[in-house]
């Protein structure tokens, strides 16, 4: 199994920059690549980006595209998600996901709350 547990989130004027963190433990050579969800009140859980362990290659939102910035520390079993420029929009609970081998049965973490506000 692989838990995962994100850190980092927090209250941030617009304009703003934060960096959420992602540890992986467990079985993580399991781990075929890992992503940021968020989920805003009453609205759906959407995929912010995501990155193959393998190349590290990344895919974004376009909603984010340019801003947001999704890397690994495979020594460290971390993901980060940089988020620069931040809008009141992008408030959120920021979750942590990951695609387990051979299923890609995804694992989640507790979320992180962000909260872009003046």
């Known amino acids: 199994q692989v838990q995962l547990v994100e850190s980092g989130g927090g209250l941030v004027q617009p304009g703003g920059s934060l960096t959420l963190s992602c540890v992986a433990s467990?079985?993580?050579?399991?781990?075929?690549?890992m992503a940021w969800y968020r989920q805003a009140p009453g609205e759906q859980r959407e995929l912010v980006g995501g990155?193959?362990?393998?190349?590290?290659?990344?895919n974004y939102n376009d909603r984010v595209k340019g801003r947001f910035t999704i890397s690994a520390n495979n020594a460290k079993n971390t993901m980060y998600l940089q988020m620069n420029s931040l809008k009141t929009e992008d408030t959120a609970v920021y979750y942590c996901?990951?695609?387990?081998?051979?299923?890609?049965?995804?694992?989640w973490g507790q979320g992180t709350q962000v909260t872009v506000s003046s």
């Open positions: 990155i193959l362990l393998s190349d590290n290659y990344t």
């Open positions: 467990g079985n993580i050579f399991s781990i075929y690549g």
């Open positions: 996901n990951a695609q387990i081998k051979p299923t890609m049965a995804a694992t």
